[in-house]
């Protein structure tokens, strides 16, 4: 009698279903002596086997694809995180804005710089294309000769496709874009020269739409192209069979044309067009990652096109201005300032926005979606500079390089860490984590023992500092009030000089809450002023008064309490690749050992 027993298969991978199917055979006494390696029934068990197999991975992979958060292939990513009403950031052009001079000719009383005019910029031997989007007018005085305007540029090539309407049977009729990087910022379109509005979801007001409201809509298709999509007749203006649909954009090369300083243009009839105020490009991106889409789209939703919580500025923002590496946002009310929200943001290129980007970021962006109660500020980022002094020790017997080959790879380590572990906004330090990957760069290594300094390098500037209260956001080491006082307490800074003085000067602490600054004569450290600003030691907060250095560089250094440090606010951290110390010892040098591995840096 045939056994009523079932095959369990419990895993997917082809071996382990079949071993599944022929255990089971094997449970029927008719099978139990049966040679199923020879025999014709071990092929029907391959086919069996390979089929379950594939269907396996086939309702896997269709089950994962219909979820946002396990979705691989962009195409469904873009699908799900539509039904968000997330539309993901298409590439973006660089933009620069150039104050441009034109000149009146005869008793003209206005001039317009037509759409697509150009400015070719220099980087290198490389030259890129930026070219206007809309038209200029320049409005002439009694008496000009000359009027400035400020004209805004943007980066790739220009395009133009053309489309007739043919299909009368699709209720919101589609055109697809033919090229890829397009900057759909730079969209515009005609219907039988009529210009059309572009709605986005964030400003779409679609319940006001018509069926005589000239709109348009724009969606990513496969392999990173657009879609125009029109009305219905319902929302939206329904197109008729001939249609003339013209559809202008510029295709971009993304953040590589950002951060280019020299530009010549090019005026249609203005050959003596000159630029009077050059600023820096900024804004270029790359099209949105699968990855960024996963993240932002959820947040996108729960925002609801208005910035009320510091993730609603965080997610609007990065829709809205792709060139960014990080953002931190935080409120007013954690340092003081309630009725303010802090954005903090560090671009892809350099370590801070131009006054240009922050501009268009306040004006075009949280104006749009800020609530009247909330004032949003933005901040550059501020970098603490962690000089760590590094001891290693090691076992010569296991050693198959050499010490100094140890210390390079370590160096090398730290500027990996940087980029993996910090460098970004909300990115703490953790002694432990950068001491296990040290142990894994050789079998020779032992222990690491890494004590951590925080500094933060002010610029003055026509003797005015940059900052003059520096927080550290962590507590600092001060185990008892006066600890130190004698050799400076737990701050310092290096050498500088102040305005009118031929001798150098510095700063150090009392231990008791105030910050001291001295002059050095004749090698002696003489107190010019013993309250010279104030130093919280459980908050890490310092306060410097006016002391009028001379322009230049000027390093605060503390010593935290704790080996792991904090990041906070508008404060990236990252190590000093040039000031840290690395000694790699032997394990049997105790007199160095004992000596180097002191409790904390000072």
């Given at each position: 009698?045939?056994?009523?027993?079932?095959?369990?298969?419990?895993?997917?991978?082809?071996?382990?279903?079949?071993?599944?199917?022929?255990?089971?055979?094997?449970?029927?006494?008719?099978?139990?002596?049966?040679?199923?390696?020879?025999?014709?029934?071990?092929?029907?068990?391959?086919?069996?086997?390979?089929?379950?197999?594939?269907?396996?991975?086939?309702?896997?992979?269709?089950?994962?694809?219909?979820?946002?958060?396990?979705?691989?292939?962009?195409?469904?990513?873009?699908?799900?995180?539509?039904?968000?009403?997330?539309?993901?950031?298409?590439?973006?052009?660089?933009?620069?804005?150039?104050?441009?001079?034109?000149?009146?000719?005869?008793?003209?009383?206005?001039?317009?710089?037509?759409?697509?005019?150009?400015?070719?910029?220099?980087?290198?031997?490389?030259?890129?294309?930026?070219?206007?989007?809309?038209?200029?007018?320049?409005?002439?005085?009694?008496?000009?000769?000359?009027?400035?305007?400020?004209?805004?540029?943007?980066?790739?090539?220009?395009?133009?496709?053309?489309?007739?309407?043919?299909?009368?049977?699709?209720?919101?009729?589609?055109?697809?874009?033919?090229?890829?990087?397009?900057?759909?910022?730079?969209?515009?379109?005609?219907?039988?020269?009529?210009?059309?509005?572009?709605?986005?979801?964030?400003?779409?007001?679609?319940?006001?739409?018509?069926?005589?409201?000239?709109?348009?809509?724009?969606?990513?298709?496969?392999?990173?192209?657009?879609?125009?999509?029109?009305?219905?007749?319902?929302?939206?203006?329904?197109?008729?069979?001939?249609?003339?649909?013209?559809?202008?954009?510029?295709?971009?090369?993304?953040?590589?044309?950002?951060?280019?300083?020299?530009?010549?243009?090019?005026?249609?009839?203005?050959?003596?067009?000159?630029?009077?105020?050059?600023?820096?490009?900024?804004?270029?991106?790359?099209?949105e990652t699968e990855r960024s889409i996963k993240d932002n789209a959820p947040h996108w939703f729960q925002s609801q096109f208005r910035a009320v919580t510091t993730n609603d500025y965080e997610v609007i923002v990065k829709k809205n201005f792709p060139d960014i590496q990080s953002i931190n946002v935080y409120g007013g009310e954690t340092v003081g300032k309630p009725g303010k929200v802090f954005l903090s943001i560090k671009p892809k290129q350099g370590d801070k926005l131009t006054d240009a980007a922050k501009l268009t970021i306040k004006n075009n962006i949280l104006n749009k979606f800020n609530i009247v109660t909330v004032?949003?500020?933005?901040?550059?980022?501020?970098?603490?500079?962690?000089?760590?002094?590094?001891?290693?020790?090691?076992?010569?017997?296991?050693?198959?390089?050499?010490?100094?080959?140890?210390?390079?790879?370590?160096?090398?380590?730290?500027?990996?860490?940087?980029?993996?572990?910090?460098?970004?906004?909300?990115?703490?330090?953790?002694?432990?984590?950068?001491?296990?990957?040290?142990?894994?760069?050789?079998?020779?290594?032992?222990?690491?023992?890494?004590?951590?300094?925080?500094?933060?390098?002010?610029?003055?500037?026509?003797?005015?500092?940059?900052?003059?209260?520096?927080?550290?956001?962590?507590?600092?080491?001060?185990?008892?009030?006066?600890?130190?006082?004698?050799?400076?307490?737990?701050?310092?800074?290096?050498?500088?000089?102040?305005?009118?003085?031929?001798?150098?000067?510095?700063?150090?602490?009392?231990?008791?809450?105030?910050?001291?600054?001295?002059?050095?004569?004749?090698?002696?450290?003489?107190?010019?002023?013993?309250?010279?600003?104030?130093?919280?030691?459980?908050?890490?907060?310092?306060?410097?008064?006016?002391?009028?250095?001379?322009?230049?560089?000027?390093?605060?250094?503390?010593?935290?309490?704790?080996?792991?440090?904090?990041?906070?606010?508008?404060?990236?951290?990252?190590?000093?690749?040039?000031?840290?110390?690395?000694?790699?010892?032997?394990?049997?040098?105790?007199?160095?050992?004992?000596?180097?591995?002191?409790?904390?840096?000072?």
């Open positions: 009698m045939a056994s009523n027993n079932k095959p369990v298969v419990a895993n997917l991978d082809f071996d382990d279903i079949k071993e599944d199917i022929i255990n089971h055979y094997k449970d029927n006494p008719t099978f139990k002596d049966y040679n199923f390696t020879g025999s014709a029934l071990n092929t029907i068990i391959d086919v069996l086997a390979y089929n379950t197999h594939l269907n396996n991975i086939t309702a896997n992979f269709s089950i994962n694809e219909m979820f946002l958060d396990t979705a691989q292939r962009r195409e469904n990513i873009v699908s799900l995180a539509k039904t968000l009403n997330y539309i993901p950031t298409s590439a973006t052009s660089s933009r620069v804005k150039l104050t441009i001079a034109i000149p009146r000719t005869g008793t003209e009383a206005s001039f317009t710089i037509p759409a697509g005019s150009l400015a070719v910029a220099t980087s290198g031997n490389t030259s890129y294309n930026f070219f206007t989007i809309q038209d200029y007018v320049v409005q002439y005085n009694t008496g000009d000769v000359t009027k400035n305007i400020d004209v805004e540029f943007y980066e790739g090539t220009q395009l133009t496709q053309r489309f007739i309407h043919s299909n009368t049977t699709d209720s919101f009729p589609t055109f697809d874009i033919l090229n890829s990087g397009v900057d759909t910022q730079t969209i515009n379109v005609s219907v039988n020269g009529v210009k059309y509005t572009k709605v986005m979801p964030e400003t779409e007001g679609v319940t006001n739409a018509d069926a005589n409201s000239l709109i348009y809509f724009v969606e990513e298709t496969n392999n990173e192209r657009h879609r125009l999509r029109f009305g219905n007749g319902v929302i939206g203006k329904k197109l008729v069979a001939g249609d003339d649909i013209i559809c202008s954009y510029i295709s971009t090369n993304g953040s590589t044309a950002n951060g280019i300083n020299a530009f010549s243009v090019t005026i249609q009839n203005k050959s003596d067009a000159s630029i009077t105020t050059t600023r820096t490009s900024y804004g270029g991106a790359e099209i004032t949003p500020e933005i901040v550059d980022p501020s970098f603490l500079e962690l000089v760590l002094n590094t001891v290693v020790i090691f076992d010569n017997a296991k050693l198959t390089t050499s010490v100094d080959t140890v210390k390079t790879n370590i160096l090398a380590l730290f500027s990996t860490f940087n980029t993996d572990r910090l460098s970004q906004f909300k990115q703490s330090f953790f002694e432990s984590q950068l001491a296990e990957e040290i142990k894994l760069l050789d079998e020779s290594i032992l222990s690491v023992n890494t004590r951590t300094s925080l500094r933060y390098d002010a610029t003055v500037t026509n003797g005015i500092l940059n900052k003059y209260q520096i927080r550290y956001n962590n507590p600092l080491f001060h185990p008892f009030t006066g600890y130190n006082s004698e050799k400076g307490g737990v701050l310092s800074s290096n050498q500088f000089t102040r305005v009118g003085r031929s001798f150098n000067s510095g700063f150090n602490d009392d231990g008791k809450g105030n910050i001291r600054l001295f002059d050095i004569l004749d090698g002696i450290e003489v107190y010019a002023n013993n309250k010279a600003g104030t130093i919280d030691y459980n908050s890490g907060e310092i306060n410097i008064q006016d002391f009028d250095p001379s322009d230049g560089i000027i390093q605060f250094t503390a010593v935290p309490d704790s080996f792991d440090v904090q990041s906070a606010n508008e404060y990236i951290l990252r190590i000093s690749l040039d000031s840290s110390v690395i000694n790699v010892v032997e394990k049997d040098n105790k007199d160095l050992i004992d000596l180097l591995n002191k409790s904390r840096s000072v």
